[in-house]
């Protein structure tokens, strides 16, 4: 297997918070790594997959030590060995690093950072911040700590076991934002790559504001297909009778492309001329996630309806019931293929890109309803 590592013979690294850089002789280090280790252990521009969902769980791993006697105090732990689940706080910022990557040292800045400003912003002891160094030993990461002059907690996993119990994270650095659920932590959002530490400090504003509030599951890959199509129709139904005002029944049917949207049927089973989609769209920007609403339409084209299942604003806050009201308001009783954003007056705040993406899906639909409408036949049945 192909291995990717950001070394050279000579490798520039930042050596202090005021970024100094000075050169490093690690390159030796690095293809012995490589070699031995048969693993991705340095950051590269793709992704992963992970074995835990957003809103679900995060593993409760186990670690034999932290770095330093300091490092315990800092997460609320007596010495020794311990597990996720025994961190105090409400949020966790997990990061997962290795000592050779690059990215990693740039990231190690901002950690520090955040953890500096932790304390003016009133979140000391509520927001915690754990690194750990993935294939690096106690020594590898003490010396890390000098060179970097970083203060925050660091614990080790050398054979890589705790970095590979979360599946596939895509490299390092990696960055869980963990929520507290009573004895569990589950996860909120996750990063790979570089990340500042104002990104830092305000996605764990975010979560933290959130308190117990459940973090929704995000949408997967599979867009439409859901895996439970029981608990799909249940929705849409519920959806299409708030949006007509009565009770209806609904059948699948497919638009020009294989568009996948639901008819409204009426009380003996007629159409009604309402129709309803489920959408999934992938994020634009690689700090969000997949998002997922329900929309309804009529045979002209006119948006009947809008409601999020899973909408972000800046820093992966869902969007409130006001937020939903206001770009219902926008978009209800408009003509679908006509709808041009503007991002002064259509956004949501700080949620510019999902609202476009929603119009953007509105405008697509409408076109393969046309089309569908130039045959004879229409809209037909799912297969």
Same mark, same amino acid.
């Given at each position: 297997?192909?291995?990717?590592?950001?070394?050279?013979?000579?490798?520039?690294?930042? /050596?202090?918070?005021?970024?100094?850089?000075?050169?490093?002789?690690?390159?030796?280090?690095?293809?012995?790594?490589?070699?031995?280790?048969?693993?991705?252990?340095?950051?590269?521009?793709?992704?992963?997959?992970?074995? %835990?969902?957003?809103?679900? +769980?995060?593993?409760?791993?186990?670690?034999?030590?932290?770095?330093?006697?300091?490092?315990?105090?800092?997460?609320?732990?007596?010495?020794?060995? @311990?597990?996720?689940?025994?961190?105090?706080?409400?949020?966790?910022?997990?990061?997962?690093?290795?000592?050779?990557?690059? &990215? /990693?040292?740039?990231?190690?800045?901002?950690?520090?950072?955040?953890?500096?400003?932790?304390?003016?912003?009133?979140?000391?002891?509520?927001?915690?911040?754990?690194?750990?160094?993935?294939?690096?030993?106690?020594?590898?990461?003490?010396?890390?700590?000098?060179?970097?002059?970083? *203060?925050?907690?660091?614990?080790?996993?050398?054979?890589?076991?705790?970095?590979?119990?979360?599946?596939? +994270?895509?490299?390092?650095? @990696?960055?869980?934002?963990?929520?507290?659920?009573?004895?569990?932590?589950?996860?909120?959002?996750?990063?790979?790559?570089?990340?500042?530490?104002?990104?830092?400090?305000?996605?764990?504003?975010?979560?933290?504001?959130?308190?117990?509030? #459940?973090?929704?599951?995000?949408?997967?890959? #599979?867009?439409?297909?859901?895996? $439970?199509?029981?608990?799909?129709?249940?929705?849409?139904?519920? @959806?299409?009778?708030? %949006?007509?005002?009565?009770?209806?029944?609904?059948?699948?049917?497919?638009?020009?492309?294989?568009?996948?949207?639901?008819?409204?049927?009426?009380? *003996?089973?007629? +159409?009604?001329?309402?129709?309803?989609?489920?959408? &999934?769209?992938?994020?634009?920007?690689?700090?969000?996630?997949?998002?997922?609403?329900?929309?309804? @339409?009529?045979?002209?084209?006119?948006?009947?309806?809008?409601?999020?299942?899973?909408?972000?604003?800046?820093?992966?806050?869902?969007?409130?019931?006001?937020?939903?009201?206001?770009?219902?308001?926008?978009?209800?009783?408009?003509?679908?293929?006509?709808?041009?954003?503007? $991002?002064?007056?259509?956004?949501?705040?700080?949620? &510019?890109?999902?609202?476009?993406?929603?119009?953007?899906?509105?405008?697509? &639909?409408?076109?393969?309803?046309?089309?569908?409408?130039?045959?004879?036949?229409?809209?037909? +049945?799912?297969?």
């Amino acid at each position: 297997m192909a291995t990717f590592c950001s070394c050279a013979d000579t490798t520039p690294a930042p /050596s202090s918070a005021r970024g100094r850089v000075k050169e490093r002789a690690v390159g030796g280090r690095c293809a012995v790594l490589a070699l031995l280790l048969g693993t991705t252990a340095f950051a590269w521009a793709g992704g992963g997959e992970l074995t %835990v969902r957003l809103g679900k +769980p995060f593993p409760n791993l186990e670690f034999d030590e932290l770095v330093a006697p300091g490092d315990y105090a800092a997460l609320g732990l007596p010495p020794g060995s @311990f597990r996720l689940a025994d961190i105090q706080g409400q949020v966790l910022v997990l990061e997962f690093f290795n000592r050779y990557c690059l &990215t /990693s040292w740039r990231q190690s800045l901002q950690l520090e950072s955040l953890g500096k400003l932790l304390g003016p912003g009133g979140l000391e002891g509520k927001v915690r911040i754990l690194s750990v160094g993935a294939g690096n030993t106690a020594a590898e990461l003490r010396q890390f700590r000098t060179e970097q002059r970083i *203060t925050y907690p660091l614990a080790t996993d050398p054979r890589f076991d705790r970095y590979n119990d979360l599946g596939e +994270p895509g490299g390092t650095p @990696f960055t869980a934002f963990l929520v507290r659920r009573g004895e569990v932590w589950t996860l909120a959002d996750s990063h790979v790559g570089f990340y500042g530490d104002a990104e830092l400090l305000v996605r764990a504003r975010v979560l933290l504001g959130q308190g117990t509030a #459940e973090t929704p599951e995000a949408p997967d890959a #599979e867009g439409d297909r859901d895996t $439970a199509p029981a608990a799909v129709d249940a929705e849409v139904r519920a @959806f299409l009778s708030r %949006v007509a005002g009565t009770t209806v029944g609904i059948e699948p049917m497919e638009l020009s492309g294989g568009t996948r949207v639901f008819r409204a049927l009426g009380p *003996t089973g007629s +159409p009604t001329g309402l129709y309803a989609r489920l959408a &999934t769209r992938a994020p634009v920007c690689d700090l969000g996630h997949r998002i997922r609403f329900l929309f309804a @339409f009529d045979d002209g084209g006119i948006a009947r309806g809008f409601e999020p299942i899973y909408l972000m604003k800046f820093g992966n806050e869902l969007w409130s019931a006001a937020d939903s009201a206001r770009f219902r308001a926008r978009l209800v009783g408009r003509r679908m293929d006509e709808l041009a954003f503007d $991002a002064d007056v259509d956004a949501v705040t700080s949620a &510019t890109m999902s609202s476009a993406l929603v119009y953007d899906e509105l405008r697509r &639909t409408a076109a393969r309803l046309r089309e569908s409408q130039k045959n004879a036949s229409g809209p037909t +049945p799912a297969r």
